[in-house]
């Protein structure tokens, strides 16, 4: 009886440690400034809607210019961006990494096949603005589904799961802003337990660790220019 009563006292501090970093967590993400402005992401896409899917290669090359000009220094360069396949919630797709933090994300996302499943629950808010094809979402407690084309934006709230089903040749951007290491699990779930494409997982942790680097160092020349200030 007194290890079973250790066992649930640990247990109990355990879950509280928990809960206090949730908190600490969910408070700095609500405090803190974004690099990232959600409409800006969106007008940016809404310029190439209707775009022609045979000409999507060249589209996706002017959105990774027109955001490098808006957000200097914040968007990975071309020799980075990779087209890396995505197994999550029964569906696949294919992304190609633009930025990624802590907080947030920008990505080009899409799948060139029918393909449909879970969207999964995420502790970040996703917008998707179409480029072309169709996007159908059907939302928990709903008795019907919506149709999203070209110019339309798509968003997941904070905590939200629906249905998706992605037309073949439907192409997005894609922005996230919340803790976004928390959309790794099941990001990566189907391709551990399912598909098992090891290639795949270690595409995307090196893309995403690249990404971490380069804005923590964007962020430290911040703070080195701020402090040379300081004492100038």
């Not at 073949?168 to 802003?177: I, K, N, Q, S, V």
Request: glycine content about 6%; proline content about 2%.
């Amino acid at each position: 009886m007194v290890d079973m009563g250790r066992k649930i006292v640990t247990l109990i501090k355990f879950l509280l440690c928990i809960a206090i970093i949730c908190i600490i967590i969910h408070y700095w993400l609500r405090k803190k400034s974004y690099v990232f402005d959600s409409k800006e992401i969106e007008q940016v896409a809404r310029q190439y809607k209707d775009t022609n899917v045979d000409a999507i290669e060249s589209t996706f090359h002017k959105i990774a210019q027109d955001l490098r000009s808006k957000y200097p220094a914040h968007i990975l360069p071309d020799k980075d961006h990779q087209w890396i396949f995505v197994n999550a919630g029964g569906w696949m797709g294919m992304m190609c990494l633009l930025h990624a933090s802590l907080t947030e994300y920008v990505l080009l996302f899409g799948a060139a096949v029918d393909t449909s499943g879970h969207s999964g629950r995420y502790w970040a808010n996703i917008s998707d603005t179409i480029l072309t094809g169709e996007f159908r979402q059907w939302k928990e407690g709903q008795l019907k589904a919506t149709l999203h084309g070209p110019g339309d934006t798509v968003f997941h709230a904070w905590g939200e799961a629906t249905s998706v089903t992605f037309k073949g040749g439907t192409w997005m951007l894609e922005y996230g802003r919340g803790f976004i290491p928390s959309t790794l699990p099941f990001a990566l779930s189907d391709t551990l337990f399912s598909t098992q494409d090891f290639a795949t997982m270690y595409n995307t942790f090196r893309i995403y660790t690249k990404a971490i680097i380069q804005e923590f160092s964007v962020h430290l020349s911040d703070l080195n220019v701020v402090i040379q200030d300081m004492f100038s």
